[in-house]
């Protein structure tokens, strides 16, 4: 009964869609289990590039089932746009499914996200603002709408519940934030629409996904965002709603920790974050905005220019100690080509005293000072290699140097966006 979870190591945008899709291949089913559309996946195939963000990146396998997991909140407007975006380009998507305990997000979460951020100010948390904050906060607070309610909107109780929900947020929407109130009737007919177009695809997943692993298929959890966004483990507020991390996998479809044979963590060979937060490695030199250029570090959801920061070692082993890794993909490790000095970032330091783990207070992190070791670059380029032979000395060493300093092995290197630009060292799956 193997599943098998691909999770992000850093701060999200690691490659995992490429990593999914690439393991799909052998794959019964791929799962998402936390966050919502504001992630962003890209997968490129023969048929050209694809952007996700609700629908698991398994998709492009005509063979896999894919499922949306009771941890993702869905935005039923996003996933009909990407559902048709899929079939007019040849995907069928009659074999997705979303968990009817999902969660829905609301046009009043995303008018809130919005009003939210704004009222932050300077404070602002960088939110994607597609509603999935305040989805999570109302699942929490018991307001939440989930998806299976979408079968019985007639009913008393949904009603009632709407109602009541939809008078809470208004009274915050026109007296907090001085804006005009969402319509009842415009919310109750955009559910009527999902309800008819989403009926086929809303089922109780987690019954599926059991009967797939107990029929000895493997089934791949793909996370989305990465363990340091974690709303426990990453780097608080600064964080997403959901557990990117492995905690997240299980909750978030209704797994045991038991059936989980394989943890495999995707870390990029450097960092990237998007919005605020501390990152202890940022670059803020030329190096930083060429790297940014060569790799087109721009994000997939909102196109914001991603802050760029060489790899960082100590938060790699705290997000290797808290998903208890069994394997490592490293990715993008062509971008690397051509620079001539490489750093890892090894500690970190405050006032000249050293810090030897990855700090849990966001502002003692973000006096934190990076305590770098220098490596030589390559000249041979790593782009397209499928073979580790095909590596130059100075990369294999510096895939060795990472692996040894974060704790946990590398089977895959990644060297470019297609599915054949890839080095296993060891098969995942
Ligand atoms: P995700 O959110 O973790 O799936 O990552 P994104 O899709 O936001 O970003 C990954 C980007 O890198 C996509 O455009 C991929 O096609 C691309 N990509 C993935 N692996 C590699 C790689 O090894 N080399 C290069 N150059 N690009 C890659």
């Given amino acids: 009964m193997p599943a098998h979870a691909v999770i992000g190591g850093q701060w999200g945008d690691e490659g995992k869609g490429k990593v999914v899709d690439f393991l799909a291949e052998k794959a019964h089913c791929v799962v998402r289990y936390q966050g919502g559309n504001n992630a962003g996946h890209t997968v490129v195939t023969q048929k050209g590039e694809f952007s996700l963000h609700l629908v698991p990146s398994g998709i492009l396998w005509p063979q896999v089932t894919c499922i949306i997991g009771n941890g993702v909140v869905v935005d039923p407007d996003v996933l009909i746009e990407e559902m048709d975006n899929l079939e007019s380009r040849g995907i069928d998507t009659s074999r997705l499914y979303v968990s009817e305990r999902a969660h829905l997000i609301m046009p009043y979460h995303i008018l809130l996200d919005r009003l939210e951020e704004r009222a932050r100010g300077s404070e602002a948390l960088g939110t994607t603002g597609r509603g999935v904050g305040p989805a999570y906060t109302d ?10 309610e979408l079968f019985d909107l007639s009913s008393e109780d949904f009603l009632s519940r709407l ?46 996904v059991h009967k797939t692993l107990s029929q000895g298929h493997n089934v791949l959890l793909e996370g989305a965002q990465g363990t340091l966004l974690d709303l426990d483990h990453g780097t608080y507020p600064y964080v997403t709603s959901s557990s990117p991390s492995i905690g997240g996998a299980g909750t978030g ?5 038991r059936d989980i044979t394989s943890i495999t963590g995707v870390f990029k060979a450097y960092s990237t974050r998007v919005g605020s937060g501390p990152m202890a490695s940022e670059m803020h030199d030329s190096t930083g905005d060429a790297l940014r250029e060569k790799a087109w570090e721009y994000g997939v959801t909102t196109g914001r220019a991603r802050r760029i920061g060489w790899f960082d ?24 080509d051509g620079f001539p000095c490489i750093k890892i970032c090894v500690g970190y330091e405050v006032d000249g005293d050293a810090v030897d783990h990855f700090p849990a207070s966001a502002s003692l992190l973000g006096r934190c000072r990076p305590v770098y070791e220098e490596l030589p670059g390559w000249e041979v380029p790593t782009a397209n290699a499928t073979q580790m032979s095909q590596l130059p000395r100075e990369a294999v060493t510096y895939v060795r140097r990472i692996e040894e300093l974060v704790g946990s092995p590398i089977h895959v290197i990644s060297t470019g966006p297609r599915r054949g630009e890839t080095i296993v060292i060891k098969p995942i799956l």
């Avoid at 699942?139 to 299976?148: D, E, L, N, V």
């Avoid at 969402?182 to 008819?196: H, R």
């Fill in 313 to 336: 070692a100590v938060a790699g082993r705290y997000s290797v100690l808290v998903n208890g890794f069994t394997s490592l993909v490293l990715t993008r490790l062509d971008v690397l």
């Fill in 253 to 257: 479809m209704g797994l045991s920790p």
């Fill in 139 to 148: 699942k929490t607070g018991r307001m939440g709408i989930r998806a299976g």
């Fill in 163 to 208: 109602k009541r929900t939809i008078e809470f947020k208004n009274n915050i929407i026109t007296k907090i934030h001085g804006e005009p109130p969402v319509s009842l009737e415009e919310v109750y007919d955009k559910c009527l629409n999902w309800s008819q177009r989403l009926k086929h695809h809303i089922r109780p997943t987690e019954l599926m």
